[in-house]
């Protein structure tokens, strides 16, 4: 079945740092991607997403690339800020286009600190 | 524009006991998610209704939980009874028609709920 695996948490950063979160999927066709961000007490936002292979989604400075030789959707953004720490999920949609069920990873956590 | 409204925000029962979690989407969006959040987990997904029509339960454990979306708007997810493995986040999403194709997922903040 679909599953998606990301890097364990949590990452700890200085502000300013440069970050990548490692996330790679297993999915039968073309799935779309998407990265969710949860801050404390809130409930999960869609930070970024890409539809097919090559796409680049980004968003507040994040990004990510749809990489389908490598089934992969890496997390990058060039210098964090404090304001940044939450918990990160990597997920699929199977169906083309990212309108049906959610697959998520287990997320990660990312700390920044001053 | 309102978000997706979810409530009791948290909620501690006895093992056994009912529990229930209201929905309400984002007006106009059709489809409606509830997901399971476990901690340290990604959320899974439970169940999907497009409009009044449960369209995807095949996660849902029905010997103890049921839901309903009776006119398609908002929905109630139920637990009867209460187990300890129960203890989770329970999250609701909504979204327009996911067959036109890259439609967000909007989340709720979801229901903590504890059992003792």
């Known amino acids: 079945g679909d599953s998606v695996t990301q890097m364990e948490g949590p990452v700890t950063l200085s502000e300013e740092a440069f970050l990548t979160i490692n996330c790679t999927y297993t999915?039968?066709?073309?799935?779309?991607l998407f990265w969710y961000v949860q801050y404390p007490g809130e409930g999960l936002q869609l930070l970024l997403k890409a539809t097919k292979a090559d796409d680049k989604g980004s968003n507040k400075g994040f990004e990510a690339t749809y990489r389908k030789e490598t089934t992969s959707f890496h997390l990058e953004k060039g210098s964090v800020q404090v304001s940044d720490s939450a918990v990160y999920f990597c997920a699929l949609s199977a169906r083309p286009g990212g309108g049906n069920k959610l697959t998520f990873g287990t997320g990660t956590q990312l700390k920044v600190e001053l | 524009e309102a978000g997706v409204v979810q409530s009791p925000r948290y909620k501690i029962i006895e093992k056994k006991q009912p529990v229930a979690f209201w929905c309400n989407p984002i007006s106009g969006h059709n489809t409606l998610y509830w997901y399971l959040q476990n901690l340290g987990q990604g959320p899974e997904l439970l169940i999907r209704?497009?409009?009044?029509?449960?369209?995807?339960d095949s996660q849902l454990p029905k010997d103890r939980f049921s839901a309903e979306r009776l006119k398609g708007v908002d929905s109630t997810l139920k637990i009867q009874p209460a187990e300890l493995g129960d203890s989770a986040v329970y999250l609701c999403a909504s979204s327009l028609d996911p067959t036109s194709g890259g439609r967000e997922q909007f989340f709720g903040p979801g229901t903590r709920l504890t059992v003792l």
């Open positions: 209704y497009e409009n009044e029509e449960a369209v995807d």
């Open positions: 999915a039968t066709g073309y799935p779309s």
